[in-house]
Each structure stands twice: as structure tokens, then as C-alpha cells.
């Protein structure tokens, strides 16, 4: 994820320490100087969030890292920054909660990180790796779509991503990232006929609205970046949503299932916002039955019910509190579901 | 003609929504007064507070960044890491500073950040109508100390100055009262010192302005400067406090 960062065009980074994504800080703060990049620790996730937002405001690629309960108390700051039509990165590991809950891994932040999570009608981009290899890669995809729409980012990982070691390709020299021009940045005029303001105060009830609509229109051309993996999916009989870690244990149980003869398929969201509905209504509709997974109560549940619209039974099993499901768990639902 | 005075170029042209007896509009001026005699114009980057200032951005040519309550230190920081050949400046009240960005205030200063803060204390919410502050003085009289401000259940005032000048981070601290010429002048002497920090990236620098909420005293324009002299002054003495600036 840090390395994925400096490829990703990071200029700077602040956080403060929070289990379990402590390695990410850890080698930002000897990776970032020596490339006379900016790393600061910041006294507080409510800080790091604020120098994100000046940074960003200043035209830089910023970003943050945190957990659950630090990633709670920067959704004022994400608030404003969405307001404010600022691109930035922001990776939530997520541990178990509600509360201190614990530092085991789950998916218990969905609903925060896709419906919004501070105040008022905004969204980030989400995007849910499943591998190291992902972890690599997604922060530059990260920055490069949330400069191109103006909107913060969200790597939404969890606790098992964030202490998992696998093999992983990163190139030796990584292409180098290109950022777009931010003629709009509060970075000094320096000789630009007049003052960039960076606010997100609109205190005209029908300008904030026409703001508020601006910033929805954003959202719907943002659906055309919707990313999902499918996997068994042609001749499927149950297909089974799942994102993130929760998606490989899922595929596990749908090789299981296959060799006891349930035809299991997998879709898997790869960004969590813009939501692949359209894909996942396909996909269902053809086999006639949906399970999903996630390391939660049920969150993503909703919007998958959302885009099958009633066309076919949609079952949820769930996990909370830290506890991972084995395939075999996984795979005896599957099956379940289908005899 | 000779032109003696106008209006700093960094100062826009819009009228300014402070209330009257208010020195809001004043210290803005200096603000806008020292950009322009450092020749700043076009490399400053101000961030603004949530408070009666928060619509700062309007009144000043330079660019400018709205932060949230409290986290203008924060903002600040962000922005001078980045660009640390830009002069960074946050405008803060009490509330804004003092109550619930005590955090960012007191971190940036232990870091020693090369941003300067133009500290606005008038003792009150002015903006959300005259609440008690944690600058308050002791017996004073706001919507939410209705029989005036009791240390047994609202503690004491905080002295900013004196409280962040342990911190080795702080390169100058001065306190004033904006109720005179005179004192407008030692204003202007302070705020050049508090620049100068910055640009000479000796760390963190705050000008402290005493200044009247004569609506929300519920005083005349003229009271309210009488009572900052009178009476603020014994809890908030003026004067420099930390000064290693060259």
C-alpha cells in the first residue's frame, strides 16, 4: 500500500498511529523524505484529515491512513472536503467495532465509507482490494480518479489484507504518475489575475443547492468507473457477492462447492462506489440465486437487494466482530442455499 | 495630490458584514497591511476559521482556504509542508482557537510550524450569539453563564499566551489590546515580528488581539474599548511574551 502510494504520485502523507495498518506510516516515514516527499504524524486523525484538506487544497496528491475509530473521527474533515470538491486518498483497514471494538478484521464500515459517513448528501469513491497485488496498485487509482472527478478516495481494506503476506508484482521502475493540472488550487496566485478560494460554506440556500446539485451530477457521470471481477460466472446456479477479503474466502467455497456439484459463481465489487448493480443483476437474474458474504451484519446486502429489485431471492451470511468463516463454512452455505 | 492612505492591495473592496464597534474589520486591514509591505501578495495562502471570520476569504485578494472549527492550524500545516516557501497565515477567534482547536493550536506550536496565527480574543461566541468561551472572564455574563461565568462549574479563563510559551516550537508570542491608535501601531510592530518568524522559518509565530464584541457585551462601541482597558487587560495583560526572532 505505501510503495503503492509513492508509484501513485503520493506528495504527501499524514496520519497517526492506529492498529492494524501501522506499516503503512511506518515506511512512508523513511520512504517519503528520501524522495523529498512530505510525511508528518500528525496529534490526531481529526489533524491528519485537516492537513489532507490544506494539502489537497494546495494542489497536492494527499493522503491519510487510519482504522475504524481514527477514520470515524475524520468524517467532518472528509465532509468538507467533499464540500470543497477536493481530491485526496483516504485507506480504511477496518477492525471489528462498534466502539474500541477490536483490531481483528471486518467489513463493518461499509455503510459509512459507500452512504456517506460525515454529513450531507456526498460520496467518496470506494475501492475494496482483495490482495496485496491490488493493495499495490489501487492507491494510484485511487489518486487518479479522485483528481479526475475532484472527490475524495477510499481504499476500504481490512485487518487480514493489512497484515497479509503473498507474493506481489511491483515493477522495478514504475511509470511515473501524472497528475492533471489543479488550476483551481490555493497554492499563491503568483501572477493568476485574481484569488483561487478553496470554502465549502454557501450560505444562499439556492446556490447551495445548485451546488448540491453539481456535486450529484458528479456522482452519476462518476458510475461509468464501476469495476467488478467475475468468476464462474457463465454457467452459475447461486452466484455469491462478495467483496474484499471476504471475496477470496468466497471463492475458496465456490471451488468447494463446485467439486460437490453446486455450479457457485463470484462478483465481486471492486469499487464499493460507484456500486456495480447493473453487473451483479445480470449475473444473479441468469443464475436465479444470490448469496452474499461480507465480514459484517449485512451492509453490502442492501445494495445488491437494491439492484436485483426483488427478480430473485438474495440470502446474506455474515461474520461479525472479527471472526473469519472458513471456506468450508462458506461453501455449506452455498450448498444450503441451493438444495 | 500626495495619496497618504488607501486601501491595502490586498484588501478587496467588499464591504465587510462585522457588526458595528466591532475590530474584526481592523485587524483585517493589518493583515491585509502586512501582505502587502512584505510584497506576499502573490505567494500567501490564508486559511480562514469558523467564527465571525469565517467569511474572510472575502475581504482579502490573496488565496484563502475555509477550515473547519478549530483545525485551521491543521489546514495550515498541510499547506506549508507542501509549499514551505509560501507565508501561511491562520485568523482565528477564541472559540475557534482556544475551546475546540486547542489541539491543533498547541501541537502546531510544539512542532514548531513556520505558520503565523492572527489570534482574535474577544472573550465570547460572537457568531452564534454570545455564548460563554473558555477565554471568558471569570463573572462574566454570556447567554450560557447567565449569572456571569462561576469557576466552581466553568473553570478559568485560558491565557493562550502564557500557556503556549513553554513550548520550544514558538518562535514569537504578543498579546494586544485593539483599542487605540497607539496600540493599533503596536499591533502593526507585533504582526511584523510574527511575519518575520515565518519568513525567516524560525517556527511558529501568534499575535494575540484583544478586541471588542461590543452586541454581544451588550456595551456601546465605546464602552467596550473602555472595558478591555479597564478590566480585560487584569486577566489578559498585553505585551511579548516569547520573541526569538532576529
Not at chain 1, 478553496?198 to 444562499?204: E, P, R
Not at chain 2, 485587524?27 to 501578495?41: I, K
Request: charged fraction near 20%.
Amino acid at each position: 500500500m505505501a510503495l503503492g502510494a509513492i508509484a501513485g504520485g503520493c506528495d504527501c502523507f499524514f496520519g497517526y498511529p492506529i492498529t492494524p495498518q501501522n506499516e503503512v506510516p511506518e515506511i512512508l516515514s523513511v520512504q517519503m523524505p528520501r524522495r523529498g516527499r512530505v510525511f508528518l504524524q500528525a496529534e490526531s486523525e481529526v489533524a491528519s484529515i485537516n492537513m489532507v484538506y490544506g494539502a489537497a487544497a494546495a494542489g497536492m496528491r494527499a493522503m491519510t491512513s487510519s482504522s475504524s475509530p481514527g477514520v470515524s473521527l475524520m468524517m467532518e474533515g472528509l465532509s468538507y472536503i467533499a464540500g470543497a470538491q477536493l481530491p485526496c486518498l483516504v485507506v480504511n483497514v477496518m477492525r471489528g467495532g462498534p466502539g474500541l471494538g477490536s483490531i481483528t478484521p471486518s467489513q463493518g464500515d461499509y455503510f459509512q465509507a459507500c452512504k456517506g459517513g460525515g454529513h450531507g448528501d456526498y460520496h467518496c469513491i470506494v475501492l475494496a482490494p482483495w490482495n496485496v497485488q491490488e493493495m499495490y496498485e489501487m492507491p494510484g487509482l485511487a489518486f487518479e480518479l479522485a483528481d479526475r472527478y475532484r472527490c475524495p478516495a477510499m481504499i476500504l481494506a481490512d485487518g487480514v489484507l493489512g497484515a497479509m503476506m503473498e507474493p506481489a508484482r511491483i515493477p522495478d521502475e514504475p511509470p511515473v504518475a501524472t497528475p492533471p493540472p489543479k488550476p483551481w488550487a490555493t497554492s499563491g496566485r503568483n501572477g493568476r489575475a485574481t484569488q483561487n478560494v478553496v470554502n465549502s460554506l454557501v450560505i444562499d440556500p439556492y446556490e447551495l443547492r445548485d451546488h448540491n446539485r453539481d456535486l450529484q451530477k458528479t456522482y452519476q457521470r462518476m458510475q461509468s468507473e464501476v469495476r467488478h471481477d467475475a468468476r464462474f460466472d457463465d454457467d452459475a446456479e447461486i452466484v455469491v457477492v462478495a467483496y474484499g477479503i471476504a471475496a477470496r474466502l468466497a471463492l475458496s467455497a465456490c471451488k468447494l462447492a463446485r467439486e460437490r456439484g453446486v455450479r457457485a459463481g463470484l462478483v465481486r465489487p471492486i469499487t464499493l462506489y460507484p456500486f456495480p448493480a447493473q453487473a451483479i443483476r445480470e449475473v444473479g437474474k441468469q443464475a436465479g440465486r444470490v448469496l452474499v458474504v461480507e465480514l459484517s451484519s449485512g451492509q453490502m446486502v442492501e445494495d445488491v437487494r437494491l439492484a436485483i429489485d426483488g427478480a430473485v431471492p438474495v440470502a446474506f451470511y455474515g461474520e461479525m466482530g472479527g471472526v473469519l468463516p472458513s471456506p468450508e463454512e462458506v461453501c455449506e452455505q452455498i450448498v444450503r442455499e441451493v438444495r | 495630490m500626495e495619496c497618504v492612505f488607501q486601501r491595502p492591495r490586498s484588501l478587496s473592496d467588499k464591504p465587510m458584514h462585522y457588526c458595528p464597534g466591532c475590530m474584526h474589520g481592523t485587524y483585517h486591514r493589518l493583515v491585509a497591511e502586512m501582505v502587502d509591505e512584505f510584497d506576499l501578495l502573490g505567494r500567501t495562502v490564508g486559511i480562514c476559521p469558523v467564527g465571525c471570520a469565517v467569511f474572510g476569504y472575502e475581504y482579502f485578494e490573496f488565496d484563502m482556504i475555509e477550515a473547519s472549527h478549530g483545525r485551521a492550524p491543521a489546514v495550515a500545516t498541510g499547506v506549508k509542508r507542501c509549499l514551505p516557501d509560501r507565508f501561511v497565515f491562520t485568523y482565528q477567534g477564541d472559540g475557534d482557537l482556544a475551546s475546540i482547536g486547542m489541539a491543533e493550536t498547541v501541537h502546531a506550536a510544539a512542532r514548531g510550524e513556520n505558520i503565523t496565527v492572527f489570534f482574535v480574543n474577544n472573550g465570547i461566541f460572537g457568531m452564534t450569539g454570545g455564548q460563554m468561551a473558555p477565554t471568558s472572564l471569570l463573572g462574566q455574563r454570556t447567554t450560557t453563564s447567565r449569572e456571569g461565568r462561576d469557576a466552581r462549574t466553568a473553570g478559568y479563563p485560558i491565557k493562550i499566551c502564557e500557556l503556549l510559551s513553554s513550548l520550544e516550537g514558538v518562535a514569537y508570542l504578543a498579546r494586544v489590546a485593539l483599542t487605540s491608535p497607539k496600540n493599533i501601531n503596536t499591533c502593526r510592530k507585533y504582526m511584523r515580528k510574527a511575519v518575520r518568524a515565518q519568513l525567516d522559518n524560525a517556527g511558529f509565530a501568534l499575535v494575540e488581539a484583544l478586541s471588542p464584541c461590543p452586541v454581544q457585551w451588550g456595551m456601546k462601541p465605546g464602552d467596550a474599548l473602555a472595558y478591555i482597558e479597564d478590566t480585560v487587560v487584569k486577566t489578559y495583560p498585553p505585551g511579548e511574551f516569547v520573541d526569538r526572532v532576529k
